[in-house]
């Protein structure tokens, strides 16, 4: 499960990476109006491609009746596992430092390296190079674990955003190596999504298989609307430079560190 789940995640990490270069396309040809009636054809092709090719994978007899108490009591059968509170709580972070950085590499980009023009080239290719995250997430984790995989992870990530933000934050580096430096550190941010996002997910899904779809839910709505709250912060405080931007990400990839070790004393006892 952790290997298709891992799969899975790297396209919702991969999109947001390539989207400003398709954005960038559709302004191009038809305007900027036009990205609301790309909204509207994705929604109708999605809901068009799943009534048509999706059957239902649950069996008969083991689908629950859609009521407000059946419901109720699913979301408190998922609230109720610790292991589940604390992958949301993981997510979270790992969701916040991915969508901190989506909304702060533009302004990075333009006004700290001025590298406007580029931003869509490099940022799909950002995209090519962390969606190998998946990859090796595929082949490590049957022999490492999920826990302990998303435990590394977050604890590299640590080591690499701290040292990033006093390298930048004190100008410690050449200029001709602060915008290669920025550019490979922002790899890291997509490639830790692809290291930790399946697999939290897969480890929260694995006790509740029997209301899979319910969990499944909570999970990424509660993990979305909280990473957001914590990521439109650092957004407001661009100041010119990847400092604040640098430094959230290290405090949420250090939170992610904390909460797999709480993981980890659950699991055991």
Known sequence: MARIVSFAMMIFTLVPAAAPAFGQIIIAGFGWRAIFLTFMVFSAVTLIWMMARQPETLAPEARRPFTPRSLWDSLKEV???????????????????????????????????GRAE????????????????????????????????????????????CGSTFLHGLNALPPALEFPAYFLWTVGVFFMAGMTLGNLNAL??????????????????????????????????????????????????????????????????
């Open 79 to 113: 609230l109720a596992h610790p292991i589940i509170r604390l992958s949301i709580a993981a997510q979270t972070l790992a969701f916040a430092a991915l969508f901190a950085t989506l909304s702060s590499t533009q302004p990075i980009f333009d006004i700290t390296f």
């Open 118 to 161: 580029g931003f869509p080239l490099w940022f799909a290719v950002i995209a090519l190079l962390s969606g190998t995250a998946s990859f090796v997430n595929a082949r490590l984790v049957g022999t490492w674990g999920m826990r302990r995989l998303v435990t590394i992870t977050f604890a590299v990530q640590v080591g690499l955003s």
């Open 204 to 269: 929260a899904l694995e006790p509740v298989g029997h209301i899979a779809g319910m969990a499944a839910s909570v999970i990424g709505a509660v993990a979305t609307v909280a990473s957001v709250l914590l990521a439109v912060p650092v957004g407001l405080v661009f100041d010119g430079t990847p400092v604040p931007l640098m430094g959230a990400v290290t405090a949420f990839a250090g939170g992610g560190l904390l909460i797999m070790r709480r993981m980890a004393r659950v699991m055991t006892a």
